[in-house]
């Protein structure tokens, strides 16, 4: 290496960037959205990495016929085989170097490129490497990966996995966008116990059901994958209930506007009961599903850039409780996602999505969020990967970029030290993931335990940033308060399992409040979890907290006077760019709107066989409709002791904060006696 | 530091970008757009600068109640700890580090951060700093700005402050938006004395006044923001008489399609006056107002990015004499505005605006724009700015920008020198600020009297440039032609004030024609001062030209000939993107394109307190209904004598070249009599 | 030129970037899309790089008036001498540095700035340098340029040039958005010696009439630029043939609706034509003509950055066999081409078209494609020059920043050798272009024979890449199958000229299989020509490999599956984005989708005559309607000898891949025996 090379300033190996990068790895990560299959998390031979969409499209694209690469009767090795003959002419892209990162790093291979000659004893090497029992657990920790999101099918059962380590998210796409299938509404029927009957009370008794189950099983988040034509508003009583009954009758024959209505009465719904559970709704905006509908297996879907968060108005504005992490498609539109979060106290920054996830739209992004959007407010990155080994390589990408960003335009541009651009890399890559995300109760004592890696300061980050959380505000003496109201306390009547209650008392029940307070308490849980004191707190900030009293109120006016308010001065229409979808047949533009999700437990052919309904892999769920037994570990109740003390009597003086009070905002210095 | 960190290029400290930020930050500014309130230009607290919207609507986003904001009651004292106890999860904004650079550079501060432990002696120490009589002017120097542009309501009265260092801008949002209110037909009403009467000779007649009244007040430009949606087309007399008959019978409950047509009447006519008065018409293109209603103040508006230029073609052919300078809100447009920029003579890019204003956006539309954009059509940056303190941060931020911008792209790609690069940064930097915006006859002795800077190059600029506006054209005997027809002589008749005529005597009539010739003159004027003849001529450049006879041809033929061109090639139908703002109430419609605007003179309560009939601050406008006394300084007469020879006698030959002559195009070389 | 610059990481001088740039500039190039006249290919006076449009558009925008210009009666030099009068503002400009680099380049300029004390020199000695009769292949071979595309209107008779230097490409934006203009259809009957009879038969034969003669020419592609509201879609035969009678019957005056059908049917029947023979067709996306119709000749044009590839699914859905090089106008289109081209075996990236032809754009769009598009799908760059002399500097400029992409993305941020970064320099810039678009059968000898330079890399590569096409699929002794069938037999009854025939005969037929099959024939050979065996294969490996027989399959099946499949699932109703043009006048309408084109065989008035009936320079066209005779040099045979064995026999077991063997991929690698 010459002495210019030596200089460059984009060189990783010396340097601000070299060093923010070193710290950045050192960071224990939890990554906030994959579609993992908890059954089985990690690979199990070469074609369960190669067989990533991002391989099999990219060859496709390059020529590769998709019988070549579809056809059942090919095993895995001959299909590996038959993939690095078409890698030559991905060796250019992000994603091919992520596949050599993870045979470099998990299988001992030493070469720049993968083919002909070199593959097979690659894949027989790997192949016994996966072997071990505990490859999952150690590509976690190579990986330096403490959880991971997942992306459920709302009729999982949520059984038979660690759910700290694999964290449930509802998945919505299917209610969303599919419930005119009749397979549908038998899954959903089939796992709630719940039949639609026509009335709007079933359908919200049945989506309620979905979130009980889900949020006693440790779902941290909603989400949803959207087409750029959708625009969320409300849709009133009586025109629901003709579009579900239309529905109901005609399926996929119904008409398309009555699909359409159901689908944002259903998106509404999701968001009130995001609203009621204290879960963030993740919105994954822009995808076009099947623009090549002769494409590989998941290398279907595409994009029409023109979309605009000005479509979410009326969302943002109704549900200002709500977080949305939110993910655009389009690095076009990642201005308004950076000008909507800057303005927007309930929309969050959320990772670099599919097309706009290689370096140089991550770099572009990156850095317009980091300099306009409150450091709070940004989840740097997720994965999105299927397999575990994914994880690594994506998350490495991103450190680079970031490093990059923080060196250039923070160290060099705005003179901070190292150390302070690492604080700023360590909140969006880690910490905002748990304030934002907050950990159910009683996690915190397992998950730091589990936290045991050679980082002693990640190690120990976990616990403390968790085991404080909700002091900060008492911190000088002020009582903050946290707003918790339940705005849809009319529809639930009809709570139908009675088991879902008894979950919800052993998890998350303080008081013997009905089941429709439950869920305030929980919200109110995850909003004292979402606290922070600073983003890297001493040890001995916080052996000085005193743990003083928190109010959190119950303020039962419903919140919607925001949305009430909005529905005089923000008309709802969205900007209208034509119907895209416009077919005869309702049912193919439903099919249009399918969205991503998950993974396929039949592991021999992983990435061949689709679910016959979805066309997409599932888990499979379980029959039991709905009456599922879960079991908690020990390690979730002893931190219950940990919690502040709370108290649900409001204080006068304090309810017309409440309402003001969107997001968990602390002034978390010593000294924040003004607001007393 | 170690040696990778002093090779990096990015580094301001050493290398050819930090030789050019010298060199940048040495010229004198005049800052072309702000929302300075001249009554009281500076601050007098800290929380009239944190005060700014920027801190209060990310604090908000960050989590702070808007109650904790926005409250009365709150002192400014307790408001700025509020905030500060707010701040740190913006100390990674860009908006931030203005902040913490206003704190810096004015107030001695040391630190790099405001909290909870510091802000109190800051507060104290910077109050007794600004506590000085000649606070403003002690900003304007440190800050190297000689004049401010404002941003004045049309029925600023414009009095009682120095026009040369805070010139007005007429701002027209809601002239052009909100005349359905009667509260703003009230307001025009009173300043002009013109009541509107339904014809449209009375509309046109008090739009006139107002820029008899402006522009007889040293305004040098018109200006608007615009939503997205609307599209700038002419509205036949038919189709505006009806439309204007229903609005002042039925106010904002008139049909929206009236509202509208109303608005693109008033818009049109403005850009017509700007013809005539030889004003450049600012367009601020793309805000949606109030998308957040709950927001805090001015933290409410956002946007939709799906904006085109396209939407402005027929305006931009109809005027080939009013220089429209323009700023998109969105980065996405600035692709747009570069290539339009390119093309049309009369648009000129603008600045860098609100959500585009942090530096990552900055870099990338700077960097396509000084590589396609004629030189001599960019204005690189206006502050924006309330509050002087802010002009020089946000200057700053621009100037290491364009410095990186500059070394990069300039001096390494294409191998310029360092002085020729800084050569082209002053230009957008400075120069075309006053090409583009010309100084009112006989500001020029008194503006470089004000130029006693330690930067003698700077200084001496500002004469030069002017001093010799109008003679280039002569250097090499050509007789170069000015075009100053008035497009518009039929509508005149019913010009009303004789005073506002005696005014324009005495301060732009050369000859004894009547009022609406006077305009013309004016016209003739600007173009002389527009002109130059280099970036920076040197003084023996200066000394070298004879002033020559410049012919100023009265060309009466309405210039109407490439609109009626147009009209046959051109079609007026925008893309259209539906309706936004489609609203049963066309009230709500117009209120949320309501503009922003100016500044709030009251104090005590500078960003917490809104017109009532605006919802902006807004300087008192006088009761005088028109009849304004003004009295100019004596600077204002001598510098006519620097005026070179005009006369008003056209020569035949010259006719046809100047309808061609769209701009102020100049062949400044010394063998320019290619021409004649 | 201190350490500090030295050291800076974008100087050219030094390390990795100058390493590459330099290995670049020694690539011989062919420009695969330029305006260039082959009469009279390269400038005979600075006029002609002057005229260029890009001077007197940005001149004009500057303030030159466009009677300054384009009155005729200017001669050359005195043209020459306005045009540097009115440089000065455009000094910042990359188009000015193209200037600059050209003067130095070709006429020995050696200072930074033309103006008008430097011009009269230089205009003299380039003048006599320009008068050698070699200067157009002086200027190719100091340019290390090989061959030019060319952009011939559809009745030119390309004649009487070098179709291996000059290659001709049948543009074709007057047969789709022109066609009812009587003096296009006139052209059209003149040269096919089709009268259209307001048969859709009569309308096929025509075009397939030009393809015919184009590809019997060497043609290599099939353009078209295309407005951002058109959406091709197919159009019925019933529909179709009504529209088609009422344009022959009302020309310009036919309702909008059907010339807007006709266009789309017209277009639809040119892929069609595109896929029967082997014709990549070249999309140009964006572009709105005469949006400033006062502008100079040629810089008329703009756009509306709202475009979607969305508009071009059931386009790239129907034609899987067809290439599409895509070129879009704004860059912010750009990402949406990455990820169409990385999904759509059929989409490649192409270029930097026009408005994102600056340094700025091509390197956030080069690094986009760079790191996500198969870097066999990507053809870097062409010139779109109008005279040879701007390929060298346009090719700089995009290898300036190919070179600093490859720099910081691939050497410094993921570890790429110097050698491997020029090694997908390389493909981009050059070894794609063959391979997408193909030599025509016979044209190799004779271009390696032309590569006789200074670098000996260079013109070896040529004849490597070339001479061993067709055979690296049987490096392994795997018989790659290739699809080549012909989709539409059915329309082929109406086959008009039979001394087209007869020339195909002389030039493409193998066997004796009637015309339509000839086209199948050379489809084939294309495929054949395209593949590779390596991105820079070393004469080691061309040494070893056998050729053994390659098989070439006639899959009579019509191709059109996957069309038909894609009629079900997908809807053919392009995003609304209104009726940008909208207008009473039908033929305003269509003259706005005039498409650009061509080059003017008018020396003395280059840039500033008009071709009458189509406002753009034309190449006249033979008279002789269609009978043309055309010689064929004798360097297109002897090459024949060199092709592998191809035969048309299929085999059983193939046929299925065929239909899935959309592009030409191979397996390369020397054990690819799995296919088999």
Redesign the interface.
Known sequence: M???????????A???KSEIYEALTSIRLIDPHSHINPHSPASKTLADVLGYHYYT??A?????????IEDKAIGPK?LV??LV??L????????Y?WLIEICRTFFGFEE?RL???NWEVLYDRSESIMASAQWSETVLDQSNVQAVFLTNDFDDALEGFDTETYIPCLRTDDLVFHLAKPEVRGRLAACTGIELDGSLESLRSSLKQRFEHFVSRGARACAISIPPTFTPTPVGDGRASTALNAVLQQGISADASHQEALSRRVFWTLAELCDEFGLPFDLMIGV?R??????VFQ????????V???QY?EL??SF?NVKFPVSVL????N??L????????NVITNGHWW??N????IA?DA??R????????QIGYYSDAYKLEFIWPKFDMYR?VLS?VL????V???G?SIE?AVE?GRKVLRDNVEEIFPLPKGAQDSSSSEEVSDDADASSFGAESLGVVGVATAVAGVTEVLDFDSSEPAAETNEPVSETTTEESDYLLIDDEPASETSEADLASSELESMDV?ALPAEEEVQELGVDDVELLDDSEPSDT?AG??S????D???????????D?PS??I??LRGESSFNPDEDSLQLEADPNTGEFTLPTGDDGGDDEITLSPSDEPSNQDQPARTTDPTAETV??I??????????????S??S
């Not at 010459?2 to 990783?12: E, I």
């Not at 389009?330 to 539109?333: H, N, P």
């Open positions: 010459n002495a210019a090379t030596m200089s460059d300033s984009s060189n990783v010396h340097g601000p499209e990219l496709h694209s390059a020529g590769m016929p998709k019988s070549h001959e085989e038959r003959g078409g030559q002419a991905l060796e250019n892209t992000a994603q170097s720049d083919h002909l000659n076009n099947q623009v090549y509908p002769e494409g290398g279907q879907d595409l994009y029409d850039s023109r605009s968060l000005i108005r943002f504005n200002p389009a690095s076009v539109t201005q308004e950076v000008s909507y979060a800057w303005i927007f106290p097309y706009s290689t370096p140089s739209f572009r850095a317009a980091l300099e306009a959007v409150p450091q709070t407010k680079k990059g060196a250039d335009q923070f060099s541009d705005r901070w302070r700023l600073d925001s308010l909005l005089e001065t923000i008309d229409e969205p900007l209208d760019v034509g119907n895209l979808l416009d077919d047949s193919e533009q099919t249009q017309e904060e309402e003001e009070f969107d997001l968990d905002f602390l002034s978390d210095d010593d000294d924040s003004k607001d």
